[in-house]
């Protein structure tokens, strides 16, 4: 049987990753969504739970609309900028740790050999076709800095990390979906129970994420879903005990 040879040019590998993988900007960025959008939704329904729990009749309907959308704002800026430090910082390791391998590489060869061999008998390769493989990748001095990286120190590359995009994902994410539990308290005519309107939008809003979620991620449907309602249900209703206990 006679197999047709493959081959790949930068734009058609790139095609095989979106049709084949489902790879996506969406996919690309699911950390930062999950994260800035699941916080939004939880702390900004927090606050507002917990201002109600306090005494409705003492926080006026404005008041508490003002709270949260403070919250909503300060809390997202501080979620960017923390994803951006984050990201900057995780970049600015890896960076470090390459110039310690590259030199090590060039002045300590025996020694980096020996350990690329190690971790290869540790991934499973008898003797020698670790030593066979370790001579193939210390071939290419980029390849074998970026194989330690990995296999020795347990860091990914952040070459294609760009720290002001996962920021500002990051707080889009958390100011879009933690607008979401302020929405009745934009409506006087449901203000006697704009809580539990709150409560519902929110568990809805939680739900839409984990649908998302499981849509990007393709595991268990309880489980991408669960999770992100559990999380957030727990810290919305200890948000309004506490405010509660303090009536």
């Known amino acids: ?44 329904f927090a606050v507002v739970a917990g201002f109600s729990g306090i005494n409705t009749g ?40 390459a110039k310690k391998h590259a030199k090590y590489i060039k002045e300590d060869y025996q020694n980096e050999f020996a350990e690329t061999e190690f971790i290869l008998t540790q991934k499973g390769y008898g003797k020698q076709d670790a030593t066979d493989l370790t001579k193939l990748i210390s071939s290419n001095p980029l390849f074998w800095q970026e194989f330690m990286l990995k296999y020795e120190l347990g860091l990914e590359s952040h070459d294609d990390t760009n720290p002001i995009k996962d920021g500002l994902v990051t707080f889009l994410a958390f100011i879009s979906f933690g607008s979401i539990p302020l929405i009745p308290y934009l409506l006087p005519q449901l203000a006697e129970f704009s809580l539990i309107y709150s409560a519902v939008i929110s568990l809805l809003a939680l739900i839409l994420l984990g649908l998302c979620r499981w849509w990007v991620t393709q595991e268990k449907l309880y489980k991408a879903v669960g999770e992100i309602l559990i999380v957030g249900v727990l ?13």
């Open 1 to 44: 049987m006679v197999t047709k040879k493959i081959s790949y040019t930068p734009q058609s590998f790139q095609k095989h990753l979106q049709s084949e993988h489902g790879f996506s900007v969406f996919k690309q960025n699911l950390r930062e969504i999950i994260y800035g959008a699941n916080d939004g939704i939880v702390t900004t």
């Open 58 to 97: 003492q926080i006026s309907f404005g008041v508490l609309l003002v709270l949260g959308l403070a919250n909503l704002f300060a809390d997202g800026l501080s979620m960017g900028l923390g994803s951006f430090l984050s990201s900057r910082s995780a970049k600015q390791v890896y960076q470090n740790e």
């Open 235 to 247: 810290a919305g209703s200890v948000a309004w005990l506490v405010g509660f206990l303090f009536k």
